[in-house]
């Protein structure tokens, strides 16, 4: 802890560049936003140290210096680039450029939520800090889609430091008994820089949620009749508050979203732009000097003010932030590495298109700048190619090794496994095969051999050599027709779902798929060379053999049945599977397999979002739109189950719309409409904006809310046509967006 000596006396900026230079001396990370905070920032620094050399591949501005014991980096976003994606990117190139910052700071202005419980004023400051619900920094504008397609908020980012947390209390102590020098710092930051003092002139005006702004400059059109009236303070200085930060990726200029997105998280105290970008990578506490209200009214006249507010209570912070508890923490830039780890194997187990894995390893490549080496190796496939020609600092075409490698393994197998007993001549016949052929791939290479081993007399080698498939397709399309036509429908339908399914599934599982009492059958109706069995801990895998059959099964468009019966479309394998399992939820006479219980409840409503309303699901609609329709005591169940809120009785429409069937709120909409009405053919989007189905769930103000959208000519067309409509009264159809054709 620093002395109350010095506290009182800090060293003055003289000028003088201190000697420090190295890089690894800073423990202290302030990230700001905007220029004035940076400028804010350097002003509040006892002594500016000489800057040093950009290290190599990063862009960002920085300025060195101390405060009390702390030697801090500053750095700035880049002009202009607000927002998470830019703090997130500073904070990760200042802890690779300096390994030893153990906490950080994120300080600058923020949009206040003032309230009943909170009297936060323009010039106050807020400072992060855990309660009950989050950690501090609440993002209210992501949200994780669940496996039933509703999106469930994530709540809470990750909590400060403990360290800070700490000095925080002493903070607060000291301001209980007076001792905080934010004032003093204000003032010797405004003697001289002048336009950061308090904005005497300007009024701190705060007018009622419902008011909107009536233009002109600093609300000089506004009627100050609707400002709301607030008890005079007794001084100018700054109030400090602790609480929920929200953060999120838009401006928050609108004072009864501000509000309802402020009850929906419990109360929150201010609205910015970056630290959800920081908060889980980058242990930091976020600092807010408050220069608007959030709403239409905000202007940029107390900008610099609550940027020196926020700089000076990071000073008084850092004087309360004892460099003993600094140095017991881990550099950020250890628990970066471990991060880089789990990021690696996480991306081995989850399955992901090819650009999603590109944007991984992107993230891990400028993670790992300076501190670690990755190695990547992938099929030569175009977007992965490009998302990784940025990043790599050396890329190397492996397709002429792998040429060689094939043919190493050609040569040893005609030396070592059982096709070596035939005479030299059929031997250099299969070399010949087996190297000209225009597949590489390794898989078909090994195939083929162990087809060719499996032959007992020269006349079947030699067949087998006059109809080696040309391809690993062709591979695939010889095993699947030798299966018998009696057996093809039950083959066709474990294909489908294991490409299909929304998690690995379980032999038991697919065995009920095809009503098959005993697991074993499942391998031995499908060759080994298409579905495989992996023993698990606790229950046995069982999945395609390779990527490449999955690509083999699945086609863009219908493919002729009668030629190809296993081939199928991404939408016809979820319409196949969504029938089969849409009886967990719906009354009938087939008995639902146990052992599909826990898939169907998870996911029949995954799939039964895929119709993307081809006559393929014509059937099967009819059965959602039932389900939706009918009192139904198994639907109900599984309400109450995944929706406690919503289990009470609704209409068919408003489930349809809650639980994201587009296509079900379409018909059910088109049963409603009177007959010839202009509004019949129309196309609905269900609204996949968190604010408006936040609005949905918590039934705050929806149809106010789609008001003010059609007000401001963005979307909602026809609005007042459905409403006065006899029909459509008894129907709340929340969170729907007509758009006309
Ligand atoms: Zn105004």
Wanted: with cysteine; hydrophobic share 40%.
């Amino acid at each position: 802890m620093a002395s109350s000596q010095q506290r009182e006396t800090p060293s003055p900026d003289d000028g003088r560049q201190a000697e420090i230079n190295r890089a690894d001396q800073y423990t202290i990370g302030w990230i700001c936003a905007l220029p004035i905070e940076l400028a804010a920032a350097v002003k509040m620094l006892d002594v500016e140290h000489q800057r040093l050399p950009p290290p190599p591949g990063d862009d960002n501005s920085y300025r060195f210096g101390r405060i009390g014991d702390h030697n801090i980096v500053i750095g700035c976003l880049p002009s202009g680039r607000t927002g998470f994606v830019s703090a997130s990117s500073v904070a990760t190139q200042m802890m690779s450029a300096f390994r030893q910052i153990r906490v950080g700071l994120m300080v600058g202005i923020g949009g206040g939520v003032p309230s009943e419980d909170n009297d936060v004023r323009l010039g106050d400051i807020v400072v992060s800090h855990p309660n009950g619900q989050h950690g501090g920094v609440a993002q209210y504008d992501f949200g994780k889609a669940r496996p039933d397609g509703i999106l469930e908020r994530i709540g809470s980012l990750n909590a400060p430091p403990n360290a800070l947390l700490t000095a925080l209390t002493d903070v607060r102590a000291a301001e209980e008994m007076d001792e905080l020098n934010i004032v003093d710092y204000l003032s010797r930051l405004t003697d001289r820089l002048p336009p950061y003092a308090y904005p005497s002139k300007l009024t701190d005006c705060l007018y009622q949620s419902w008011y909107s702004h009536d233009g002109g400059r600093n609300c000089i059109r506004c009627d100050s009749e609707n400002s709301v009236v607030r008890e005079k303070r007794s001084t100018n200085g700054p109030r400090i508050h602790y609480g929920t930060i929200a953060s999120g990726n838009m401006v928050m200029k609108d004072a009864i979203e501000r509000d309802q997105i402020s009850q929906a998280l419990g109360g929150v105290l201010c609205f910015e732009m970056e630290a959800a970008g920081l908060m889980n990578k980058f242990p930091c506490l976020v600092i807010r000097g408050i220069s608007d209200y959030s709403d239409s009214h905000k202007n940029d006249g107390w900008q610099r003010y609550a940027a020196a507010t926020a700089a000076a209570f990071a000073k008084d912070l850092l004087y309360h932030l004892a460099t003993t508890r600094i140095n017991q923490i881990d550099p950020i830039s250890q628990a970066m590495k471990q991060m880089a780890s789990r990021l690696i194997r996480n991306s081995e187990m989850v399955e992901r298109t090819n650009q999603e894995i590109g944007k991984t390893i992107q993230q891990l490549m400028i993670l790992c700048a300076s501190s670690l080496r990755c190695l990547v190796t992938s099929r030569k496939e175009s977007d992965i190619w490009k998302s990784l020609q940025s990043v790599a600092s050396c890329v190397i075409d492996i397709e002429p090794a792998i040429k060689e490698d094939v043919a190493k393994l050609v040569a040893f197998a005609l030396q070592q496994y059982p096709i070596r007993r035939w005479g030299d001549t059929i031997l250099a016949l299969i070399a010949t095969k087996l190297l000209d052929a225009k597949e590489r791939r390794f898989r078909w290479t090994d195939l083929q051999i162990k087809r060719l081993c499996a032959c007992p007399t020269e006349d079947d080698l030699l067949i087998a050599l006059d109809t080696i498939p040309e391809s690993l397709e062709e591979a695939y399309h010889q095993a699947l027709a030798t299966i018998p036509s009696t057996l093809q429908e039950r083959v066709r339908k474990i294909l489908i779902w294991l490409a299909s399914s929304f998690r690995e599934m379980t032999s038991r599982e697919i065995a009920a798929v095809v009503s098959f009492p005993f697991v074993d059958d499942v391998l031995k109706i499908c060759t080994s060379l298409l579905v495989t069995v992996i023993d698990g801990d606790t229950h046995e895998t069982i999945k395609l053999a390779h990527f490449t059959v999955k690509e083999f099964l699945i086609v863009q468009q219908s493919y002729d049945e009668s030629l190809y019966w296993y081939k199928f479309t991404a939408q016809l394998a979820h319409c196949c599977i969504t029938d089969q399992i849409i009886h967990y939820v719906f009354p009938s006479s087939i008995s639902f397999p146990k052992a599909l219980r826990p898939y169907a409840e998870a996911f029949w409503l995954a799939h039964a979002r895929q119709n993307d309303a081809t006559t393929d699901w014509a059937e099967t609609q009819l059965l959602v739109d039932c389900i939706l329709k009918h009192d139904n005591i198994l639907f109900k169940n599984w309400l109450r189950a995944n929706h406690p809120a919503e289990a009470c009785a609704q209409s068919p429409l408003y489930y349809a719309s809650l639980l994201g069937l587009e296509v079900s709120v379409m018909n059910l909409w088109r049963e409603l409409l009177p007959g010839g009405n202009e509004f019949s053919d129309f196309d609905v989007k269900i609204a996949m904006d968190l604010k408006l189905r936040l609005a949905v769930m918590l039934h705050i103000g929806a149809i106010r809310r789609w008001k003010r959208l059609k007000s401001r000519r963005k979307c909602l067309v026809g609005w007042d046509n459905c409403r006065s409509s006899e029909t459509l009264i008894p129907h709340p159809i929340h969170g729907i967006l007509v758009l006309p054709r």
